[in-house]
């Protein structure tokens, strides 16, 4: 079965950076597509960026791209995303999801509708 951990949380200065990794286990990594959505206390779930492991395509919805990068390693098996010049709007549980890839664009899909596939999230406190 399909399953998702993500690390790399912690407690950042605004202006500072982190790299979160998710980690997948049980499921043909390079076949699926993860993303990275996070959801802040009080606050809607936004989606932060999705990634095609197959094809290498990524999807940024918002306004993130500017500061933050989605990449992905099949070897070994996990998705990192980094993120730069972190606000304290930016505090938030972060988690990472995935959508098998029945079509090239599910990576887009993944992004706009989210997955059942989801992992436990890691926090982000950037404080000011």
């Known amino acids: 079965d399909v399953q998702l951990q993500a690390f790399g949380g912690g407690l950042v200065q605004a202006g500072g950076s982190l790299r979160l990794s998710c980690v997948g286990s049980?499921?043909?990594?390079?076949?699926?597509?993860i993303g990275w959505f996070r959801q802040a206390p009080g606050k809607e779930r936004e989606v932060v960026a999705c990634?095609?492991?197959?094809?290498?395509?990524?999807y940024y919805p918002g306004s993130f791209e500017d500061r933050f990068t989605i990449s992905s390693d099949n070897a070994k098996k996990t998705v990192y995303l980094l993120m730069n010049n972190l606000k304290p709007e930016d505090t938030a549980v972060y988690y990472c999801a995935a959508m098998r890839l029945e079509y090239i664009s599910d990576y887009v899909t993944l992004c706009r509708k989210g997955s059942s596939y989801r992992g436990q999230g890691t926090l982000v406190t950037v404080s000011s």
């Open positions: 049980g499921f043909s990594f390079e076949n699926y597509a």
């Open positions: 990634i095609s492991n197959s094809e290498g395509l990524d």
